[in-house]
């Protein structure tokens, strides 16, 4: 009887630890454009056609709420490498490494990932 009890309680708390570590909220990797200029030209010498928009996809953990202007989180900038671009990190494909590894990863605390195109020109 004391045997089926004590499997009946840790049933109870795995399936409690299980559901409340598992949000129903899923991330969300957003586009977005931002406004930048030409470094390969001189800061004198720039004209209208060297300014443009750049690329990024930044990641937002589960249950992250814009509207909530008190939480705070915690900022990383994955920069690519020479002959790379924002692609590389892959969070645009939900199976990809990087983005698996932060939204099944427990142990690790809420925070904003950003990787932006590195590019200085407009190439």
Known sequence: MLK???QTVI???GLTVLFTSCPNEKSEVVEINYPT???TVPATKLTENDYYNKHAFVYLPAGYDKMNKKKKYPLLILMHGSGENEYIWGLN???G???VYLDNNINIKE???VTPSGVSDKT
């Open 97 to 99: 490494e990087l983005r």
């Open 37 to 39: 200029r030409d470094y």
């Open 111 to 113: 925070f904003i990932v």
């Open 11 to 13: 049933l109870i708390f």
């Open 4 to 6: 089926k009890f004590t």
């Open 93 to 95: 494909d939900p199976n």
